[in-house]
Nanobody, 124 residues
Framework: QVQLVESGGGLVQAGASLRLSCVAS????????MGWFRQAPGKEREFVAA????????RYGDSVKGRFTISRDNARNTVYLQMNSLKPEDTAVYYC?????????????????WGQGTQVTATS
């Protein structure tokens, strides 16, 4: 089973960019669909993006389309989330997650492995 560690979060002003990274250890990273979710205080966990095993297809939540980009480097066992034009409403703990199969699922219950999360705060 894969283990996940996120990094790259921080405190930025609205309009800035951040890139999150999630490094996987364990077996066969390239056999997992990878996703990013976020959870703000008092809110449910929200789907952000998912990327296919090979990185050739991706899916995004409506609130981040056109601003965020998910990618992966299977040689480095790493998935990235490039976040541009950050807004205060993007403030949340961001989680990396892994699932088997091929579907780019947006439901958190489809993902079996989670990282510990990294805090992103965008101030106005």
């Amino acid at each position: 089973q894969v283990q996940l560690v996120e990094s790259g979060g921080g405190l930025v002003q609205a309009g800035a960019s951040l890139r999150l990274s999630c490094v996987a250890s364990g077996q066969a990273f390239s056999t997992y669909v990878m996703g990013w979710f976020r959870q703000a205080p008092g809110k449910e966990r929200e789907f952000v993006a998912a990327v296919s095993r090979t990185g050739d297809s991706a899916r995004y939540g409506d609130s981040v389309k056109g601003r965020f980009t998910i990618s992966r480097d299977n040689a480095r066992n790493t998935v990235y989330l490039q976040m541009n034009s950050l807004k205060p409403e993007d403030t949340a703990v961001y989680y990396c997650a892994a699932k088997g199969g091929f579907a780019l699922a947006d439901a958190s219950e489809m993902y079996g492995t989670w990282g510990q999360g990294t805090q992103v705060t965008a101030t106005s």
